[in-house]
């Protein structure tokens, strides 16, 4: 009698995320779709929505407002980074299928396992666009305008790791989008202080994928696959800091250009989002090992407490 075959992909799950909420509680029939948008594995959806709820709420702050219309902007954008994360995450498993195929902690992904084909992919995908899209309509023409232009960086982000060894950076233009957006829904218009937010957010990215590829730098290295983690090497570490110093300097003067007539309490609660976020890098730099995979998985979802503690300040400031 054969052996029993009890590799992830033979029962549907995916060999770096076993025991979810997917595995055990969604219909079998939408555990595939459901592993293709990474409703399985929540820590990237953070990572897209709490730029969008710094900008918010900071974008109230400099207008010293908080009212159902800015509830509404977080609740659109909450709703929004779930979709838009799905369906950027479908888009990267269609264009990376073949890669997927090739890296151990991939290949049981829905595509190159052939739990669903391209075309089922591509029309999931299109679904959860369709939705974000008709939630983007009920904001601001000017962030409906900034969520379409959106669709590029997307777009293209798949493909930077193919041209260039700073994959992050094309990662941080699409997931930190959501400052430039959630600023001009709340207000109108798009000033210093979004461009500013935007660019720490970037540049927290930076450091957190970096941690996210070294999980993967051997795979990568065998099927040409560029990223920052190849890139620096034993220098990560070094680099890391240099991020995490560039997000904190740029979100502190976000600040200091949202709230220049703020009362010296307001400011000094908003003022310690960037530091509070900057003590908790500096606690994962501690316990980072860059040749130890779990870890780096562990660090890389720690990451979205770094994110909720600037909504935090930026929160008790508000309502201060």
Not at 97 to 108: H, L, N
Not at 115 to 141: E, Y
Request: proline share 6%; charged share 15%; hydrophobic share 55%.
């Amino acid at each position: 009698m054969p052996a029993k075959n009890n590799a992830p992909e033979a029962t549907g799950q995916v060999a770096d995320s076993v025991g979810n909420w997917v595995d055990r509680l969604a219909p079998r029939f939408a555990q595939p779709y459901l592993r293709l948008s990474r409703a399985d594995r929540p820590a990237g959806t953070w990572l897209l929505l709490l730029p969008c709820l710094w900008s918010a709420l900071l974008a109230s702050l400099s207008q010293d407002r908080f009212g159902p219309d800015v509830i509404w902007v977080m609740v659109v954008c909450a709703i929004g980074a779930f979709l838009m994360r799905g369906a950027g995450c479908t888009w990267n498993d269609i264009t990376d299928r073949k890669f997927d195929a090739e890296v151990a902690r991939t290949k049981s992904r829905p595509i190159p396992s052939g739990q669903v084909t391209v075309k089922q992919a591509a029309v999931w995908m299109a679904v959860q666009a369709l939705i974000a899209f008709g939630l983007l309509l009920t904001l601001h023409p000017l962030a409906i305008m900034l969520g379409v232009m959106s669709l590029a960086p997307v777009a293209v982000y798949p493909f930077a790791k193919r041209f260039t060894w700073w994959p992050q950076i094309f990662l941080g233009i699409a997931f930190n989008w959501g400052a430039l957006l959630a600023w001009a829904a709340v207000t109108g218009d798009i000033g210093w202080p979004a461009f500013l937010l935007y660019l720490s957010g970037m540049a927290w990215t930076l450091f957190y994928d970096t941690i996210y590829a070294h999980q993967d730098t051997e795979d990568d290295a065998l099927i040409g696959v560029k990223s920052t983690a190849r890139l620096f090497g034993e220098n990560s570490p070094r680099w890391l800091r240099l991020f995490m110093l560039i997000s904190v300097i740029l979100m502190a003067a976000s600040v200091l250009f949202a709230l220049p007539n703020a009362n010296v309490l307001t400011l000094a609660l908003a003022i310690g989002a960037p530091w509070a976020a900057a003590w908790h890098m500096i606690w994962q730099l501690r316990k980072l090992d860059i040749n130890d995979p779990d870890i780096c998985l562990f660090l890389f979802r720690a990451n979205r407490d770094t994110g909720l503690l600037p909504v935090l300040f930026f929160a008790v400031a508000l309502f201060t």
